[in-house]
């Protein structure tokens, strides 16, 4: 069983959206804890944002980097772009309708979190994947909050353009 996270940034200036998925094969919410912890963040309080001001604040820098290493050593992505931000909630289905093909996650169930603002509504989203076959090895968690589940956190930074030049680093 994998676990899956699901965040976005939109690039209305460029007339774009982002939208990605952290997959974890277990729960992250104690690893990211503890590298919360470690760069001096209470997880249970504070809630790390890829847009933040970072430039002089050595904490933040030390929690972005070891957030992207958990990230590289850890977990699998998926990303899709769409026009705009009012298609981010259908795109997305449609990147995890591609992505549960895929050897890694064929054949299992899965706990699938979406972030806030995704979709006009829970009930809208459920009704979008209720006829999906695939869609039934998942158990879906609609408009989450990511001081609460930590793992969409994970997928705030890789949703952000920035991301992927700073990986290759």
């Given at each position: 069983?994998?676990?899956?996270?699901?965040?976005?940034?939109?690039?209305?200036?460029?007339?774009?959206?982002?939208?990605?998925?952290?997959?974890?094969?277990?729960?992250?919410?104690?690893?990211?804890?503890?590298?919360?912890?470690?760069?001096?963040?209470?997880?249970?309080?504070?809630?790390?944002?890829?847009?933040?001001?970072m430039k002089d604040d050595i904490n933040l820098q030390k929690l972005r980097s070891a957030l992207k290493t958990y990230i590289?050593?850890?977990?699998?992505?998926?990303?899709?772009?769409?026009?705009?931000?009012?298609?981010?909630?259908?795109?997305?289905?449609?990147?995890?309708?591609?992505?549960?093909?895929?050897?890694?996650?064929?054949?299992?169930?899965?706990?699938?979190?979406?972030?806030?603002?995704?979709?006009?509504?829970?009930?809208?989203?459920?009704?979008?994947?209720?006829?999906?076959?695939?869609?039934?090895?998942?158990?879906?968690?609609?408009?989450?909050?990511?001081?609460?589940?930590?793992?969409?956190?994970?997928?705030?930074?890789?949703?952000?353009?920035?991301?992927?030049?700073?990986?290759?680093?």
């Amino acid at each position: 069983m994998a676990n899956l996270y699901l965040d976005d940034s939109k690039h209305h200036s460029f007339g774009f959206s982002l939208a990605a998925f952290v997959m974890c094969d277990a729960d992250p919410t104690e690893d990211i804890g503890l590298i919360f912890r470690r760069s001096g963040f209470d997880p249970n309080t504070f809630e790390f944002k890829s847009s933040a001001r970072m430039k002089d604040d050595i904490n933040l820098q030390k929690l972005r980097s070891a957030l992207k290493t958990y990230i590289g050593t850890r977990c699998k992505i998926a990303v899709c772009v769409v026009d705009g931000d009012k298609r981010l909630g259908p795109g997305a289905l449609k990147l995890l309708n591609s992505a549960l093909a895929h050897p890694y996650l064929a054949g299992h169930q899965h706990q699938v979190f979406f972030g806030e603002g995704l979709f006009p509504s829970t009930e809208a989203a459920e009704n979008l994947v209720q006829d999906t076959e695939k869609f039934k090895s998942c158990e879906f968690h609609f408009e989450q909050d990511s001081r609460r589940v930590l793992g969409i956190q994970l997928a705030d930074i890789v949703s952000v353009v920035g991301f992927w030049g700073q990986m290759a680093a």
